[in-house]
């Protein structure tokens, strides 16, 4: 991989906070055109770790390679490159959204024009409260403002901490919808912290567990998912029956727990088809069988091994 | 890009409620001020100079808009520490009780540029708050007083001005006021940038200047020593342009520590900004 399509490169990035190390020794790459999960339990570091890719925090060491240069030299020139929400968006509430986003346009080292930042929030619906004061918003709308506050200068690199927090199941979708859009469309590098695991499954291609401050694992998502135990549920007409043939089988030791005619295994992908024939031709009808494979189970898993 | 932030800080500076605190309160005080003058103020000033019309002939209008700006001037120059502290200390602390810094330190803007940016607005804002105590008591004290001769009563002497030679003297004596009230604001920010609370810097301020002025007043040689290292010493030295001859040296001395004393406020608190982890 050429570096020069690394958009973050973290290196040994640890942050102590007087006695409490946050993030030990942390490194990745998010490259470009990423939608990068960022996972982990409360207190894993993630917003650590986001306050400093953002310069609101310091490094106890380590390294942050910004678009290839080191954010600690040129911070200007990355920020410029950079939107971000982190954790909840907060404004000026005493001026309206409209008047938050001019002032913010005139720093955000780059020209931002007025139907730009009424096209951002027609974008997430609240262009005709452009002119309300933002201290009579809901939690919702500060949220989707903090979403089009962060495309505010059409950044390459959009850092987004929790921005689903607050929002209705339609709200999430439309921002899920947005951040498909963002990286396909026009090509960003969207770096997404969240705590709701299948958003991540659903939206990024990359993702990154982190434990402790520690990273667990790094890759793709479905090379991360593809080789794992899935939850396999079967349900069938003669559950005693099923019970006696496997007895003498190597799937009996995978049964995790039987209910009425459901038995849930654990299997790994290859070994379905083989216990659904096996099943099939001792004369007992499989009225289904569900794979249930999600990022939630595969991060509690991982997170707990980590413990 | 720091003409830019020092308007985006005076906007914001400007919407807020709490910066038109000082304005209302200068704006109701000072004329009741003046109520109690046109009323009573012919007594206080009989009063003042009962000693004097023993063996003087006083003549003329000495009850007039410059003796009134004069004795108001005196009365509020300690209150006006507060009503700049209000301000001042939510500068910095301000945004990290409204979460702003996160918004504001992700752009491209450095820190420094952000500690420069609410100085300077920090400073304008105060030296508009004693431009406005000069509007409402000196010209508005003209405009119902009328001129004449100015009275004071220095340490050693009493003088009496000619109406030609006053103006000027209080021109400086409230640019002289505007920079001893910047170094209140230059502390509250100070103090704004240690907290995430602005309750914190304005009492803190309050609370120096309180110390400090209570130390000045205690006349024991121990803090006779230490008094010339107090900020609030040179607070009043406004006074001195209204003194003749004018002790230049004394002026241009209380000038340079009280701007040596902003430098270290700003210094400090630019240190303190540049390295402070915004967890808020």
Known sequence: ?307 | MIVTLVKIELFKIFKKWRTYIGFIAIGILVPLLHLAMYLEGQKSLDFITRGLRDSFILVGNLLNGYWISYIILNALTIHIPFLVALVAGDLLAGEATAGTYRVLITRPVSRMQVVTSKFIAGTIYTSSLVLWLAIMSLVIGLIVFGTGELLVMSPDAIIIFEKGDILWRFILAYGFAALSMSVVCSLAILFSSLVENAIGPIVSTMAVIIIFIILSAFDVQILRDIRPYLFTNYILQWREFFYNPLNLEKIIKATLILSGHILIFFTATSIIFKRKDILS
């Open chain 1, 1 to 307: 991989m050429n570096s020069s399509e690394n958009v973050i490169e973290i290196s040994g990035l640890t942050k102590h906070f007087k006695n409490v190390l946050a993030v030990d020794e942390l490194e990745f790459t998010v490259l470009k055109g990423d939608v990068f999960g960022f996972l982990g339990p409360n207190g894993a570091g993630k917003s650590t770790t986001i306050r400093m890719i953002l310069s609101l925090i310091f490094p106890t060491s380590g390294s942050i390679k910004i678009f290839g240069k080191t954010l600690l030299d040129n911070r200007k020139e990355i920020l410029s490159n950079v939107g971000a929400i982190v954790e909840k968006p907060d404004f000026y509430g005493y001026l309206s959204a409209l008047k938050n986003f001019q002032i913010l346009a005139k720093i955000s080292g780059k020209v931002v024009s007025q139907n730009r930042i009424m096209e951002l929030l027609e974008l997430v619906g609240l262009k005709d409260r452009a002119k309300s004061k933002v201290k009579t918003y809901s939690h919702g709308m500060k949220q989707r403002l903090g979403i089009a506050q962060a495309l505010l200068n059409d950044p390459e690199l959009v850092v987004l901490d929790e921005p689903t927090t607050g929002l209705d199941p339609q709200g999430m979708k439309e921002i899920r919808d947005l951040i498909i859009r963002l990286s396909k469309d026009e090509n960003k590098t969207i770096f997404l912290s969240s705590h709701i695991l299948s958003e991540i499954e659903l939206v990024a291609n990359r993702m990154l567990i982190l434990n402790k401050g520690n990273k667990i694992v790094e890759g793709r998502v479905d090379d991360l998912l593809k080789s794992k135990v899935l939850k396999v549920t079967v349900e069938v007409d003669k559950p005693e029956e099923v019970k006696n043939i496997l007895q003498n089988t190597q799937w009996y030791q995978c049964i995790e727990s039987i209910q009425g005619n459901k038995f849930y295994f654990n299997l790994e992908q290859e070994d379905i088809p083989a216990l659904n024939k096996y099943i099939v031709e001792n004369g007992i009808l499989v009225s289904a069988l569900v794979p249930v494979r999600s990022l939630e189970d595969y991060f509690l898993s991982i997170t707990a091994q980590a413990k």
